[in-house]
């Protein structure tokens, strides 16, 4: 390998000169110039830049790469947060199909709690939302004549046995409730079972009542899973 010689940089580029000069020279005697040339050549591109550059030259193609690797992660991040928004927005309309009347907010905030406590309590998320569908219809409003309050018929005790507070029309604290409620049923009793005590807050049911309401909420999931 071409050695750099010390001293300053004009120095070399004088050198490159004397070099090409060196080419002329060549050629004034017929197949020397060949040699002279190829001798040039090889100081020019191996010796035309100093040795000082090359770490920094090394420093910015990591950096470069660094960049790029950082660029495409961002691009990862962004398209999982896409995937999440669809998720929600599609949870919250299917919810819709049973009540028009919830605005896009409305949906998108009842998806997105469908969602995470789905995840959160080891459930299905259609069959959160089969629950939601038979319960109130998709109605945040919803109370029933028992007292039983918001999208998924909740208790108005269950908070204070759960030693939390929150509004139960409230969207979110409803659908974190009855997910709770739901899992702990289905996790205790299988998913049939679970739902009729669900529905009937005990195991000790109308047996009728349960089959009913269980056969509704079949319905429902094979309806949104459909």
Not at 1 to 7: E, F, K, L, Q, Y
Not at 85 to 113: C, H
Not at 199 to 225: C, F, I, S
């Amino acid at each position: 390998m071409c050695m750099v010689p010390s001293g300053d940089f004009s120095e070399e580029v004088e050198d490159g000169t004397q070099a090409v000069r060196g080419i002329l020279f060549g050629m004034a005697f017929g197949g020397a110039a060949w040699v002279g040339l190829l001798l040039a050549l090889f100081f020019l591109v191996g010796c035309g830049r100093p040795a000082e550059a090359e770490p920094e030259r090394a420093r910015i193609r990591l950096e470069l790469a660094e960049a790029e690797r950082a660029t495409e992660t961002e691009e990862i991040l962004r398209e999982a947060a896409m995937e999440k928004i669809i998720d929600y927005l599609t949870l919250g309309a299917l919810v819709a199909r049973y009540n028009p009347r919830l605005t896009s907010q409305e949906q998108f905030q009842l998806g997105r709690a469908i969602a995470y406590y789905a995840d959160a309590y080891g459930l299905d998320p259609m069959l959160v939302v089969a629950v939601i569908a038979v319960e109130s219809e998709g109605n945040v409003r919803a109370k029933s004549r028992k007292g039983a309050i918001g999208l998924m018929q909740v208790m108005p005790d269950w908070p204070q046995r759960l030693g939390i507070a929150g509004d139960l029309y409230d969207i979110d604290f409803n659908v974190r409730i009855g997910s709770f409620i739901l899992a702990e049923n289905v996790r205790r009793y299988g998913i049939e079972t679970g739902l009729r005590v669900y529905v009937a807050g005990t195991v000790n049911h109308d047996a009728r009542q349960a089959h009913e309401y269980l056969a509704k909420v079949k319905n429902a999931y094979d309806d949104l899973r459909g």
